[in-house]
């Protein structure tokens, strides 16, 4: 079962952009533009700094600002496209804008890390590349620092509040450059101590950080883009969740895929094989909602089954309504029989019959013996059962 609220399937597009989730966009706006502010200015001291304080280390970790500059704005980009209502090219919504945002930026960080470990490799092999630091270097390098550890608190803290990976992946992103301008700091303290060495080595750190990141971000993106479940700990809870809605039995086929901040559930509920089809409907409806309400889920597919149909027999071989009223009526030598109420159930390879009459009660009984005759030896019925019913007024 599916949720058919959607306002897509009811409304036009709008022309107008409206977010499907506008607490989470205003915030993700609002931190992703503080972001870009404060990586704008560090990127102009650092490698302005950096060139002339005579550091290498200090102009690398410019590059990872700068990096963090065009991240903001890819973050700028996936917040709004991702927050898109779903369309009829895209029913589950844009929220994998987000996840393919996360694949760049990720690629974009491990190139730019093997870029700055390699440059930094090259000049240590020369010595006429060491050189002494500048102090002013140093200053620059604790201003980063503390610039971005502030960073990454505040927009971690904005993340968990709106529960968006993308935005957490940003912040990680600033943690990440927090630690390179840590490095930076210790290496121009060895430079500025005699160890001339240390800038170009914490230059090549700093590229091993950036490209430790940017792969990690790339994976987990790309894990999310081939439809990765989730941990073992939620489909657990998931599957508790379903199996204590009233009216499940039991179930199997239970299956989940990442979509951003949020999953997709699909799974296969047994009910009562003998309950009408409305109350299946119903019981169906209501693991759905409970799923919905107790999870970080986008939707819920619920595929009802009467029977296990991974270890019961397969039905799909068996004749349709008509063919099997036919086969009946011929059987037992009725056709009257094609006028009455008939009621099949599908089990287990075999069909449960159930014949509703306002027949007199002999009339009733007579067919009734017909009937436990027949499913001795047919292939098709395993039970046909008379029920007398009240005549219509």
């Known amino acids: 079962m599916k949720n058919h609220s959607h306002s897509h399937h009811n409304h036009a597009a709008k022309e107008a952009f409206e977010p499907t989730h506008p607490e989470r966009f205003a ?101 006429l590349a060491l050189r002494s630091v500048s102090p002013i270097g140093l200053a620059i390098a604790i201003t980063a620092l503390v610039a971005k550890e502030g960073m990454f608190h505040y927009m971690m803290a904005v993340a968990k509040r709106v529960r968006s990976q993308m935005l957490i992946a940003n912040a990680w992103h600033a943690r990440s450059d927090a630690a390179s301008s840590l490095v930076v700091v210790v290496g121009i303290v060895g430079n500025l101590m005699g160890y001339t060495f240390l800038d170009l080595l914490a230059a090549a750190v700093v590229g091993v950080m950036i490209g430790h990141m940017g792969g990690k971000l790339a ?100 004749p349709n309504r008509l063919d099997l009223l036919q086969h009946l009526a011929k059987k037992l030598e009725n056709q009257d029989l094609l006028q009455l109420r008939l009621v099949f159930h599908y089990l287990d390879g075999k069909v449960d019959a159930e014949i509703h009459m306002t027949a007199d009660q002999g009339h009733a009984q007579a067919l009734q013996l017909q009937c436990d005759e027949l499913v001795k030896s047919d292939e098709i019925f395993r039970s046909i059962l008379v029920l007398k019913c009240a005549a219509q007024q």
């Open 219 to 318: 994976f987990e993106a790309l894990a999310e883009l081939i439809d990765t479940g989730l941990d073992a700990e939620e489909v657990e809870a998931i599957r508790h969740t379903l199996l204590s809605t009233p009216g499940v039995r039991s179930l199997h086929d239970l299956r989940t895929r990442k979509m951003a901040d949020n999953a997709l559930v699909d799974a296969h509920i047994i009910v009562d094989p003998k309950v009408s089809v409305s109350e299946g409907h119903y019981i169906a409806e209501a693991a759905r909602h409970a799923v919905l309400t107790a999870h970080h889920v986008l939707d819920v597919m619920v595929h009802i089954d009467p029977e296990d149909d991974m270890q019961a027999k397969p039905n799909a071989h068996l």
């Open 27 to 127: 915030a993700a706006q609002k931190s992703t533009w503080v972001s870009i502010a404060i990586n704008l200015l560090l990127t102009f001291l650092q490698v302005v700094g950096g060139f002339f304080a005579h550091s290498q280390a200090l102009m690398a970790d410019g590059l990872h600002s700068l990096s963090d500059l065009l991240s903001d704005i890819l973050v700028l980009f996936a917040n709004r496209h991702g927050n898109r209502h779903a369309d009829a090219n895209h029913p589950y919504g844009h929220a994998r804008v987000e996840t393919a945002a996360t694949l760049v930026l990720g690629v974009f960080l491990a190139v730019l890390g093997v870029v700055l470990l390699v440059a930094a490799a090259m000049r240590l092999q020369d010595p």
